[in-house]
């Protein structure tokens, strides 16, 4: 094979890498849909991973409680017809959200987000090849803009990926809404508590109570200082990708798991950028999106790790700061888009469908009114 002959498929299988992919024809459609309202579901479906393990993660369900799961979640989107879903957690990639959209009948765009070492379907471990995707009713145009990494090191492809720790991104997509171009953007944020002082009491608490070291605790200080420093770093990134490839003028949506609540640093410095919170301007209620008082799969999965010792501080934190209720799923429009437009945000994926939740989280649905008429600011 000629050294040109390489390089061109080498070539080739990098920009296959790098893109994210796309359910679309091969020819671009023309979005011809006249909206008089705009509705955005977001929701983490949940993996079902308890994120243990180098061949195979281990999973909290049997396949046929995951499938029940599964229909709940179809039976949530058909009541609400969202035009625009964005999921997080989707696992295995590219299966789910083809077989979401297929149900469906919308089109999608996704990117794998954490998946170890993979080539193609292969793997390790096994069973993780996770992501976020956007999906859109086929006469919106929907087509991707672009994605970036936002954290953990290695890379993360669509099929081919070499990391060991947990990685980010924000993917970008847009459609066509009324003759304009509306910019989408799907995220979903590192997890860790708040570092504030409840949170630093509540350490102190485990420390005495299941005689941890004094080492263990300053690891554990020094580990909730990076975890939030670590999120911080991912609303920096975010915002200089979204300002490199959404125009300044644009409609811009963005969604996910932002693993942070509204008042928390890395999200104020988001929505100083140029956002709000659908959810605020419409509810003043609390609005959990977290929420173990009420999520059937938070109370069966998770509650058995608080009361026992773990072999760090830092997970035994976890354990429990996984039963503090945040609303941390959010619908952020930016500023060009007036807010007077939200007609109504509410929480959803909330309700039990034979017995069990969609997810373990609980989603945020929210109607936009749409005066975005070609050429209209």
């Keep these: 094979m000629s050294v040109r002959i390489f390089v061109m498929i080498f070539h080739l299988m990098i920009v296959c890498f790098l893109s994210c992919h796309s359910e679309m024809e091969m020819q671009q459609r023309e979005a011809i849909t006249d909206k008089s309202e705009l509705r955005l579901m977001t929701l983490n479906v949940w993996s079902g991973l308890d994120y243990k393990g180098t061949l195979i993660m281990g999973e909290y369900e049997p396949p046929e409680v995951r499938e029940t799961r599964f229909q709940a979640l179809l039976k949530e989107i058909r009541s609400l017809s969202p035009d625009i879903i964005a999921v997080n957690e989707a696992n295995f990639l590219p299966d789910y959200v083809e ?68 990685a980010t991104q924000v993917l970008v997509g847009k459609v066509t809404i009324n003759g304009r171009e509306v910019y989408l953007a799907v995220t979903h944020w590192h997890a860790s508590p708040q570092d504030d002082e409840s949170i630093k009491k509540l350490l102190g608490k485990l420390k005495d109570k299941w005689g941890y070291t004094d080492e263990a605790y300053r690891s554990a200080l020094e580990k909730l200082k990076s975890d939030n420093e670590w999120r911080m770093d991912e609303a920096k ?86 039963f503090i209720r945040k609303r941390i799923d959010f619908i952020l429009n930016s500023v060009t888009i007036p807010r007077d437009s939200v007609a109504s945000s509410r929480v959803c994926a909330d309700v039990l469908y034979e017995g069990v939740h969609p997810s373990d989280h609980f989603g945020v649905f929210t109607v936009l009114g749409v005066p975005l008429q070609k050429g209209s600011r």
């Excluded at 193609?120 to 086929?138: S, V």
């Excluded at 928390?264 to 950028?273: C, I």
């Excluded at 999106?289 to 830092?314: M, V």
Aim: charged share 25%.
């Design 99 to 166: 077989r979401l959209s297929d149900e469906l009948n919308y089109d999608y765009i996704y990117h794998v987000g954490i998946s170890g070492l993979h080539v193609w379907r292969i793997g390790l471990p096994w069973n993780l090849k996770e992501g976020d995707a956007i999906l859109a009713r086929k006469d919106l145009g929907l087509q991707c803009v672009g994605r970036k990494q936002l954290s953990g090191g290695g890379f993360v492809w669509n099929n081919f990926s070499f990391h060991t720790q947990d």
């Design 237 to 322: 990134r975010m915002i200089s990708y979204l300002k490199e490839v959404v125009p300044s003028d644009a409609p811009l949506i963005v969604m996910g798991d932002f693993n942070a609540e509204i008042d928390w640093p890395e999200m104020r410095y988001f929505l100083k950028a140029g956002f709000y919170d659908t959810y605020s301007v419409a509810s003043s209620n609390e609005g959990y999106t977290w929420d173990a008082e009420r999520n059937y799969n938070i109370k069966k999965f998770y509650g058995g790790d608080r009361e026992r010792k773990h072999d760090n501080l830092y997970d035994h934190l976890n354990a429990h700061n996984e």
